[in-house]
């Protein structure tokens, strides 16, 4: 089966760390993947995505993320953590035949001041 | 450019009732996916449509029914409601292709008691 595994249910910064979110998918076909950010009570927007263009990937509000296919990871990172990035986050994969989005379960960024 | 809107905003229903959800899709796309997100979890894919037909299902029992109109707005209907379909609905319009982006509306919240 092909999907995505987030791991890490729950994570927690301090406003100015580096945010890390780690995902890793399994697939036997090239993958396109997604980031999604959601936030109370609201549906999902779109961080950033990869289409088999550049590996390195930047998306919006100072995020980025890597596509290793060696590893195959797809983590998520930003610099500096903004008390606005207090949210659940998750990673989708998606292939050239499919037609639906396969969603990981989902990691909650809190922020410390 | 209206971005993808959904009706009603909540819903409250008993058990074995029906219950039929909208979306508007973003101008421009003539694909709509639905998805199921249960209290906790990532969104898990029911349905999309594309050009009026279904083009994709996921997991979920033919009492989760769908309908999309000639101005791919569309319809998710459920018949026969049990405990276990209270989530947030959640739509999401494109266009056609795996690796174009799937903009989601911010939600419909079902609760089934």
């Known amino acids: 089966a092909q999907s995505v595994t987030q791991l890490g249910s729950h994570v927690s910064v301090s406003e100015g760390a580096l945010v890390l979110l780690r995902c890793n998918y399994s697939s036997s076909v090239p993958p396109y993947l997604f980031w999604y950010v959601q936030y109370p009570n609201q549906g999902l927007q779109l961080l950033l995505k990869?289409?088999?263009?550049?590996?390195l990937v930047k998306g919006i509000n100072g995020f980025e993320a890597e596509f290793k296919k060696s590893e195959t990871s797809f983590h998520l990172t930003k610099p500096s953590a903004h008390m606005s990035d207090a949210a659940e986050y998750f990673c989708?994969?998606?292939?050239?035949?499919?037609?639906?989005?396969?969603f990981g379960a989902g990691t909650t960024v809190t922020v410390r001041a | 450019e209206t971005g993808v809107t959904q009706s009603p905003t909540h819903l409250i229903k008993t058990r074995g009732q029906q219950v039929t959800l909208r979306c508007s899709s973003q101008?421009?796309?003539?694909?709509v996916s639905w998805y199921q997100q249960a209290l906790g979890q990532g969104p898990q894919f029911i349905f999309q449509y594309y050009r009026e037909e279904e083009n994709g299902r996921g997991n979920f029992p033919p009492r989760f029914s769908g309908l999309q109109f000639p101005n791919y707005s569309s319809e998710l209907n459920v018949n026969a409601l049990e405990l276990d379909d209270s989530a947030l609905y959640l739509c999401?319009?494109?266009?056609?292709?795996?690796?174009?982006?799937?903009?989601f509306g911010p939600g419909t919240r079902l609760l089934v008691l």
């Open positions: 990869y289409t088999s263009a550049a590996t």
């Open positions: 989708a994969v998606t292939f050239s035949n499919d037609y639906k989005l396969s």
């Open positions: 101008s421009g796309h003539n694909t």
């Open positions: 999401a319009s494109s266009s056609q292709g795996a690796a174009e982006t799937q903009y």
